[in-house]
């Protein structure tokens, strides 16, 4: 079946007590044990299972096309049940722009336990050059946050493979829409399902999928079961929800990126516009090679400095200022701010989310602050 099939009936059981189509909240922390002792529905107790986390892992699985899929109470969470599945000892490799709540985590977290090198993932030598005998985990973003930079996944998946290194993609971004990294070799895929995924800013998840179900996988169910950082039936229920319209949500959100692209990057009070999808983006070549479509994300420098890029922001209307990403309302962020300050990010760069709303609206606005 085609993802937008796939997106509407891989996440639901329709009841068959009651005959509800759309599949019903499951609630209840503990499940019934039978004359046996056994559990006669195959549910025991919900941090462990519970039906709406399993629809929601069932579609997520789908999606990227893997065997399996863990769903989690945020993307942190995510990333951090694969560290926490690592041996201790192992070396990381991590591109330096990193999303820095992940960076951080690693840093202030898995000090001592973990080894961890941050590299500029756009050349494949770097990422050779860093390879040790106890590098277990290669982590790549693609594309990255706040710079939109590529790193080339089929390419790392290839190393990996001849390394037997572990290889996983932060997909957070782009949506199995836009790439499908396990079709080009990943071993796991991760995702803030807080983004794009759920769609709607309010609710809170993460999740990885694997490509096979392995001896790390099972670490890592391990880890989310006995860790317990496992998200709500409701949250499960919401992002299933979420997930029924996210073909046609991304269409909306490349379409209306694209059209902004190309339009602040002819402004004259625009440095420079980065986002993959444009003839000038420096890997623009790799984005048409590895990604389906480039995504409802763009960043991009204002002409004048911090100061002129914060009164820009403050002038519009329709643009929300506020973090976090992949919403049907567009949102813009001055970055540099929110990194701290070993970030690599320009003090004049706005991310921006490109929402549903009319492009038209979303242009006018923009025209009006620059
Ligand atoms: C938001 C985000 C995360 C972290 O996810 P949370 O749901 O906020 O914990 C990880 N990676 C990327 C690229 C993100 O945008």
Redo the contacts with the bound molecule.
Sequence with gaps: MKIETLAIHAGNKTDEKTGAVVQPITLSTTFLRGHDGGYPGGYMYSRAENPNREALENVLAKLEGGADACAFS??????MSVFQAMEPGSHIICPDDM?H??RNQLKLLFKGILTFDFIDFTHLENILNCFKKETKLIWA?SPS?PAMKLCDIAGIAHLAREHDITFAV?N??ATPLCQQPLALGADLV?H????FINGHSDV???ALITKEKNELWEKIRTVQGFGGAVPAPFDCYLITRGIKTLPYRMRGHVQNATALANYLEKHPGVEAVYYPGLASHPQHELAKKQMISFGGMLSFLVKGGEEKAHALVNSLKIFTQAT??GGVESLIEHRYSVEGPDTQTPKNLLRVSVGLEHIDDLIADLEAAL
């Design positions: 945020s993307g942190n969470a995510a990333g999303y709540g992940l973003e946050n932060d957070t971004f991760m803030s399902t807080t983004k809170s998840g993460g976090s990403l």
